[in-house]
C-alpha cells in the first residue's frame, strides 16, 4: 500500500520551503508572515490558525531534510496500518497540540514538522506494542522506537533554539492517540467518531491554552505615576533615559511596542509644544527615524487620556511588510509632560484593538516622590523643610491650590526661608491669586534681594498683571545678578522680542517656561 497521505505532506513540506526560499531570506520576518506560530499574533490578534501553519514551516534545509526524512519513515509506517481518516485527523490533531504546547511554554516564533515526526513515534511506541504482528519495521514500532525517541529528545535538549516544550506536547498526543487508534482491519466497520473525537479534543486543549495565556495585567509605575493594562505576556525594560518601555517580544514585522516617558518642562504647559517638537525630530517627512521614515502623520489634535486634556499624533511609518503605525499622547501634569508612544504592525489591524484597550485602561497615579513628600510632612508636622517639599511637589505636579496650604505652613513655620516664600509666590500665581501671589514674591526678595529665584518671582508677578515693561525690568535686574545664566538670558530675549513685535499689548501674553525664563504661550 502507497502511503498517499504521508507523502503528499513530505511534497507540501517540500514545496512550500522552496516557495519561501525563492522569495528571499527564509528569516524570522518571512516565516511570521507566512503563518509561523508567534505568540502574541495568536494571542492578541486572535491569528489561531497558525497553530496549523506553523507545522508546514522550516528555518533551513537542514531542519526540514531531518524532519522529512524521519516522518516519511515513521509516517508510512502508521498510515500503512490505520485507516486515512484516522491518520488525517491524527496528523491534525498531534499538529494541534503541538503548537498548543509549544505556546503554552513560550510565544517566541517556532516553526516545523518535528511534533508531527514525535507524534508518529509516540503513536508507533504505544500502537506497536499492542499491536506487535502488525509492523514490518520493527525499529519503529513497540519498544524499538524508544531509542529512536529518547535521541531525539536528547538531541533537542542539548541543541540551542530547539522547540522542546513543542516535541513533547507532539510525543505525549501521538502516545494517547496510539492508545486509541486501530489498525485498518479491526475499524473498518467503526464510524467517523472516535477521529473526529481525536481533533475535538487537540481543540479543547488549543482552547485552554489559547484562553490561559490570553490573559492581561496591570502594570504599575510608581515614579511616573502610570498604570495601564498591558497583555499578560508583554515585558519591560528600563533604558539609559528613563524611558520604560514594553513590547510583544516580537522582532520586525509582528513587533508592537508601548513606551512611556516623563519629560521636565519647568512649566505647567498643554503638551502641544512637545507633540510638535517630537514631530519635527523623530517624525520628519520621509527622513529616517528612531522608529523608522515616517509615510504621513495626522495632528496635533487635542483628546482625552485618563481623564486628563492631551495632544495625539498619529503617524504611518515604513518598515517589515504593508509599515507600522504610530500612536503618541503627549499628557500635561504640572510641569511635566508623559509622552507615550504606541507602535504596532500594520499588517494586523487587529493590533488597533490592542492598542485602543490599552489607552482606554491608561489611569494617572499618584508618584512615589508625592507619596513620600506627604509622609515625611506626617511624620514631621512641626518642622518647615517636608510641608516645604510637599508644597512644592504638589504644585510641580500640577495642584498649585493645595500647594498653597503647607507652603503657607512652612513660611509661617521658617519667614527667612526665600525658596519657600518663592514656592508660595508661584502657587498663588498659578492659581489666579495675583495680588496675594506678588505680594509673596515682593516679600521673598525682601528677604533675598540678590536671589534669582526671588527675581524670577517678581517677572512671574509683573507678567500676571500683564506690565511687560515692568517685567523686562525685573528681568534684566536678575541678569545683572546673574549674567552668566542661559535661562535668563534667553528669556530676556524672547521678551524683548514681543515687545518690539507687539508694543501695544497689555495683557499677559506671556508665562515663564523651562525655569526662570519665558516664551510665549503655545
Known sequence: MIPWVTMALAGVLVGLHGVLWSQGPVDVDALVRWGAKAGPLVLEAGQVWRLLTANLLHRDVLHLLLNVTVLVAAGSALERVCRRSDYLAFLVAVALTTMASSLAWSGAVSVGASGLVYGCLGALLVLGRRHRSLFRVRWLS???????????????????????????????????????????????????????????????????????????????????????????????????????TFSNGLPGLGRATFSAEAIETGEPVDGLAQARRYQEQVLPPGAPGPEGRMLSVQGPSTTQVGGRMAQRLRARLDGPGEGRHLLAYFVPRGEW???????????????????????????????????????????????????????????????????????????????????????????????????????????????????????????????????????????????????????????????????ETSPSVSSPELSPAGGPGVSPHP
Open 337 to 499: 509632560v508623559y509622552r507615550l508612544v504606541f507602535t504596532w504592525p500594520a499588517q494586523w489591524p487587529a493590533y488597533q484593538d490592542v492598542v485602543g484597550r490599552m489607552v482606554a485602561e491608561l489611569r494617572f497615579d499618584e508618584p512615589s516622590v508625592l507619596r513620600e513628600a506627604r509622609g515625611r510632612a506626617l511624620l514631621m508636622p512641626g518642622a518647615a523643610g517636608p510641608r516645604r517639599e510637599l508644597g512644592a511637589v504638589l504644585r510641580r505636579l500640577g495642584y498649585p491650590r493645595f500647594a498653597i496650604t503647607p507652603l503657607s505652613e512652612s513660611v509661617s513655620l521658617s519667614p527667612s526661608h526665600v525658596g519657600g516664600r518663592v514656592e508660595l509666590a508661584r502657587a498663588l500665581l498659578d492659581t489666579g491669586r495675583v495680588e496675594e501671589g506678588c505680594h509673596a514674591a515682593d516679600e521673598a526678595q525682601v528677604y533675598g534681594p540678590s536671589d534669582t529665584g526671588a527675581l524670577e518671582a517678581g517677572v512671574r508677578c509683573e507678567l500676571a498683571r500683564g506690565a511687560l515693561p515692568r517685567a523686562l525690568e525685573r528681568l534684566e535686574e536678575a541678569r545683572r545678578v546673574d549674567p552668566q545664566d542661559a535661562r535668563l538670558r534667553a528669556a530676556e530675549a524672547v521678551l524683548r522680542t514681543v515687545m
Open 142 to 244: 513497540g519498544e524499538s522506537a524508544l531509542p529512536t525517541v529518547l535521541v531525539f529528545l536528547w538531541m533537542g535538549w542539548t541543541s540551542v533554539g530547539v522547540d522542546n516544550a513543542g516535541h513533547l506536547g507532539g510525543l505525549v498526543a501521538g502516545g494517547l492517540a496510539g492508545a486509541f487508534l486501530e489498525p485498518r482491519e479491526r475499524a473498518a466497520r467503526r464510524s467517523l467518531l472516535r477521529p473526529l473525537g481525536g481533533v475535538l479534543a487537540a481543540v479543547m486543549v488549543a482552547a485552554v491554552v489559547v484562553t490561559e495565556r490570553s490573559a492581561w495585567r496591570i502594570e504599575r509605575d510608581d515614579g511616573f505615576g502610570i498604570s495601564v493594562e498591558l497583555p499578560e505576556g508583554w515585558r519591560g525594560e528600563v533604558d539609559g533615559q528613563g524611558r520604560r
